[in-house]
């Protein structure tokens, strides 16, 4: 499979899995499809830089903690220690993806969820 | 190491992400989390890639609530 025709059907994957458009709106999923090809064909970003990505994940622990929630930043640690064994070339990239979604999660995130 | 192996460990470190991704309130679920990884090891740059999904989200939303709009429409008319 051509890388092309691998980021499409990828694409479509994502497509049905966060915006969940009917597949009746054939129009919509196509367009959308092709405009969210094209934004991740975009290759206007610098590379990922590992140190400061690990530096926000640890700021992120101490963050925790200084707000009073020392239990999720003691669960964001035990999990970052748990994935070193699993660390490849591109831990650092999914790494920060997880980090530009993130939303607000010293107020909002829930041990228990 | 065998492909069992392999992927066992390849699923638990899916899981690990998917704990992280929960506690950084990442509001992803398992199946979008391992898209989103697989597209990474296609090359795609996570920038990109947090951005088409926060901009899939709003479209997902917009749309849901057109349907919505359109099959609330004629219970309405049938109301008058």
Do not use: W
């Not at chain 1, 054939?26 to 590992?50: C, D, H």
């Not at chain 1, 490849?88 to 993130?102: G, H, I, K, Y």
């Not at chain 2, 998917?18 to 509001?27: D, G, V």
């Amino acid at each position: 499979m051509s890388y092309l025709s691998e980021l499409a059907a990828l694409t479509d994957e994502l497509i049905d899995a966060v915006a969940a458009i009917p597949k009746t709106q054939k129009r919509k999923l196509k367009s959308l499809r092709e405009s969210t090809v094209q934004s991740l064909l975009n290759q206007n970003y610098l590379r990922t830089n590992q140190f400061e990505v690990q530096n926000r994940l640890i700021g992120l622990v101490e963050r925790f903690r200084i707000v009073d929630r020392e239990p999720l930043g003691d669960a964001l640690e035990e999990r970052l220690e748990a994935l070193k064994p699993h660390v490849n070339d591109f831990t650092p990239e999914v790494l920060q993806f997880l980090l530009e979604l993130s939303d607000k999660p010293a107020e909002k995130s829930r041990l228990s969820d | 190491m065998e492909k069992s192996e392999k992927q066992a460990a390849a699923q638990q470190a899916v899981d690990i992400l998917h704990e992280i991704s929960t506690l950084l309130n990442c509001q992803l679920d398992r199946r979008t989390l391992s898209i989103c990884i697989s597209m990474i090891e296609n090359g795609v740059k996570p920038e990109a890639l947090a951005e088409v999904v926060q901009k899939l989200r709003e479209e997902g939303r917009v749309l849901m609530a057109d349907i919505e709009a359109l099959a609330a429409k004629p219970n309405a008319a049938r109301r008058k």
